[in-house]
């Protein structure tokens, strides 16, 4: 069964770092271009960024380029989102999703706060 | 960026019939844009309904169809159960990926 398990979120203070995981399994992870898409308190879903199969080219929404990275690790299965310069709108559940086909985690919440 | 537009909300009657359109201010939406359909319930994460324009996962209901309609892609739902009330989200995977604002679906 295909599966996708995010961790690594937690409460920061605006201007700090968070690096999130994504653990995938039951499909060839090497395979597919990966996203990370958030969800802010009461909002609606947004994409933020996603990376090629091989971790060669990354796409981010304008609100996070320049703070956040995308990363991959093919051997572990793994994908990442370092996050820094948080802010308080950064604050939402942020999900881990397969590109093709749509396959979700369950989702990590950040909450960003003094 | 394209802005991706939904239906804020909609109503259906159990059992009766439901059209939720995803349009793009770019222009037509087309197969090339491969729409994707999500259901999110209340504190639950979203799941694929339908991806590719028309193509179901295993886990979706029948009652489910996925199109492109006038321009648009489309989910129409048919014979809706209790159980479809949720919030309804399209994506066009376009560069970049974007959502639209999601459609509210009240059976009732």
């Known amino acids: 069964e295909e599966h996708l398990v995010e961790s690594g979120g937690g409460l920061v203070q605006p201007g700090g770092s968070l690096r999130l995981s994504c653990a995938a399994s039951?499909?060839?992870?090497?395979?597919?271009?990966m996203s990370w898409v958030r969800q802010a308190p009461g909002r609606g879903l947004e994409w933020v960024a996603n990376?090629?199969?091989?971790?060669?080219?990354?796409k981010f929404v304008d609100s996070v380029k320049g703070r956040f990275t995308i990363s991959r690790d093919n051997a572990r299965n793994s994908l990442y989102l370092q996050m820094n310069s948080l802010r308080v709108e950064d604050t939402a559940v942020y999900y881990c999703?397969?590109?093709?086909?749509?396959?979700w985690g369950q989702g990590t919440t950040v909450t960003v706060s003094s | 960026q394209a802005v991706v537009t939904q239906e804020p909300s909609l109503t259906v009657s159990p059992g009766g019939t439901v059209t939720l359109t995803c349009g793009s201010s770019t222009g037509p939406v087309t197969n090339d844009l491969w729409p994707y359909w999500f259901q999110q319930k209340p504190g639950q994460a979203p799941r694929t309904l339908i991806y590719?324009?028309?193509n179901r996962h295993s886990w979706t209901p029948a009652r489910f169809s996925g199109s492109l309609l006038g321009g648009k892609a489309a989910l129409t739902l048919s014979g809706a159960q209790p159980e479809d009330e949720a919030e309804y989200y399209c994506m066009l995977f376009g560069s970049p990926r974007v959502f639209g604002g999601g459609t509210k679906l009240t059976v009732l």
């Open positions: 590719d324009t028309s």
């Open positions: 039951g499909f060839t992870f090497s395979s597919y271009w």
């Open positions: 990376i090629k199969p091989d971790g060669r080219d990354q």
């Open positions: 999703l397969r590109d093709y086909g749509g396959v």
